[in-house]
């Protein structure tokens, strides 16, 4: 039997082991890492928030830690209004057909348990802060907790607008206090400690040591969204004005690598060398970091899942004439796509939409594969370097389509194995402009259009797109901003949860999953495996699912 957490699967093993050292070995085995010898002093505790932040890489990365597997990530961000599966495979095969959304099926499953592994972990650091023998400073120890506690509550934000009340837990588990009656807490009830964590995260939040480490302004953010979804728009433009107090701006200008070639504002910031705060990035506010051939640097398979499938295009009926390159992203799959909507909600000038930001076109690299034909862009034989371009305007998204757009900001490609499945560049996790659109919400639902539009409208001057007016705005207007600025970056089923709008949107501009979907589908199950762990008080499922009341 499997039990609510697989963190309590390790917490079995851990308790064996000491039990076992209890009884054979007198001394506490020096190289045996778990909390009791971790969390002696500041740099175990730093050493345990490291252990988070590679919870929080592991988002954009594999399901499992051991391979470039299915994106863990893919259920908050496909099957939605704006994205659909290009490839019917790992979670896509629900996302294009939400009849497989079942209380058995092992993405959700594997999605829960990392969320779990994670507020466990930050339970831990939590919990044995508090041991009064430890010699810090008090400055010292709410630093640590104030990573520990925004790690909890941005874990129990997916939970909640993935699966809706969920059992909240705020201790640490182990092998000696296994749960087997979880009760689901009512989402008002999360929130409210997600408000107090994301609080106590944004008052103490230490002075980041280095690029990747949070800094308090990601606490305001998330409690600006929070306060969205709590009806409180008032708190929510407060916490969005005291990000914009921060030392943040939006970029506008050229900067960093490339900028003395063809681009954009809007594209340098996602460019290798571009992403974080010490290379120039001022819009940035947390960026998530990797890096090659070190130990725990992490990787990420974002370019795998969004850059399409260069080795399947077929020019004038000839393949290969696309070779895998640094220059070009590097090998991609194509397993999410964006919908016809989403590609047309650019405008003619719009940065966003133009050829730096999208790939709607290949260029001919390979010297040994030139096609045969004429090339109709040039009327003349395709030659080396010649540009083939998709034709995708007015046509519908439809599953393994080589010639549909794919968005750029996730090119990458390591230039020792360009066939690689994995990106090691750093990426931006969440950047000022999302914080505007926030603000820029919480003004219309104020009664401010006017607001509103200028907010926006910091955003499309940057872009080059036609300014708007007060008359303009509406949620369904900003849900469409939020996709031109930030496809593939924002966790677009949550936006669409917390404004009550992912059935109907998905329903509408969708045209893969869209004719599968239903109400109950706005949550996600609670996967059977927790359910069936929870042997002494029944676990009320979702309603629609199989066993649901």
């Not at 690029?211 to 409690?223: F, N, P, Q, T, W």
């Not at 990000?243 to 943040?248: D, E, I, K, Q, S």
């Not at 930030?486 to 949107?505: A, F, I």
């Amino acid at each position: 039997m499997k039990y609510l957490k697989y963190s309590l699967l390790l917490g079995i093993v851990g308790s064996m082991l000491l039990a076992c050292s209890e009884d054979v070995l007198v001394e506490n085995p020096p190289h045996f890492i778990a909390p009791d010898n971790l969390y002696v002093d500041l740099a175990g505790f730093e050493n345990g928030l490291n252990g988070l932040y590679a919870q929080f890489r592991r988002e954009r990365g594999g399901e499992s830690f051991a391979g470039a597997n299915d994106l863990l990530i893919d259920p908050a961000v496909s099957g939605v209004d704006n994205c659909y599966g290009n490839n019917n495979n790992g979670w896509n095969t629900v996302g294009n057909d939400f009849s497989r959304n079942t209380p058995d099926e092992s993405h959700n499953r594997n999605f829960f348990e990392w969320i779990y592994q994670t507020i466990n972990a930050a339970n831990t650091i939590i919990e044995r802060a508090e041991n009064p023998e430890l010699d810090w400073t008090e400055e010292e120890k709410n630093g640590v907790l104030a990573e520990a506690r925004f790690f909890r509550a941005w874990s129990y934000r997916h939970a909640t607008y993935m699966w809706g009340d969920v059992p909240l837990n705020l201790n640490e588990s182990s092998g000696a206090n296994i749960v087997t009656d979880w009760v689901r807490t009512p989402i008002e009830e999360v929130r409210l400690q997600m408000e107090e964590d994301l609080l106590f995260a944004e008052e103490y939040m230490r002075e980041p040591a280095n690029d990747g480490r949070l800094v308090k302004e990601v606490a305001s953010h998330y409690l600006a969204e929070l306060y969205l979804a709590m009806g409180e728009p008032s708190k929510a433009k407060e916490k969005a004005l005291a990000v914009m107090a921060g030392p943040f701006s939006l970029i506008t200008s050229r900067y960093g690598v490339k900028s003395n070639e063809p681009g954009t504002p809007f594209t340098d910031m996602f460019l290798d060398g571009n992403s974080n705060r010490s290379e120039g990035n001022t819009e940035a506010l947390w960026v998530m970091q990797h890096e090659l051939d070190v130990n725990g640097g992490g990787d990420n398979i974002m370019r795998r899942w969004h850059r399409n499938q260069s080795h399947s295009v077929r020019v004038s009926g000839t393949s290969g004439a696309i070779l895998f390159t640094v220059e070009n992203g590097g090998r991609g799959l194509g397993r999410i796509g964006p919908t016809r909507y989403a590609l047309e909600l650019y405008g003619a000038n719009d940065d966003r939409g133009g050829k730096f930001a999208w790939r709607s076109y290949e260029v001919l690299n390979n010297p040994d594969v030139i096609p045969v034909g004429t090339n109709p862009q040039t009327g003349q034989a395709w030659a080396l370097g010649d540009t083939t371009f998709f034709d995708w305007q007015g046509k519908d998204e439809v599953t393994d389509n080589p010639y549909w757009p794919s968005t750029r900001k996730w090119d990458y490609a390591n230039p020792l194995d360009l066939a690689g499945s994995r990106n090691y560049n750093d990426q931006i996790y969440l950047r000022l402009a999302e914080t505007k659109l926030l603000l820029a919400e919480a003004q219309f639902l104020l009664n401010d259009p006017n607001g509103a539009a200028t907010t926006i409208n910091e955003l499309r001057n940057r872009a080059n797109a036609t300014p708007i007016t007060a008359g303009d705005v509406s949620l369904d207007f900003i849900l469409d901003e939020r996709s031109r600025e930030l496809y593939s970056e924002e966790h677009r089923r949550y936006t669409l949860v917390r404004m009550g709008k992912w059935l109907d949107r998905t329903v509408q501009y969708n045209l893969v999953g869209g004719p599968t979907v239903k109400e109950k589908d706005r949550l996600f199950p609670i996967p059977q495996t927790v359910i069936d762990a929870n042997l002494n008080l029944p676990m009320e499922q979702n309603p629609g699912y199989s066993g649901s009341e």
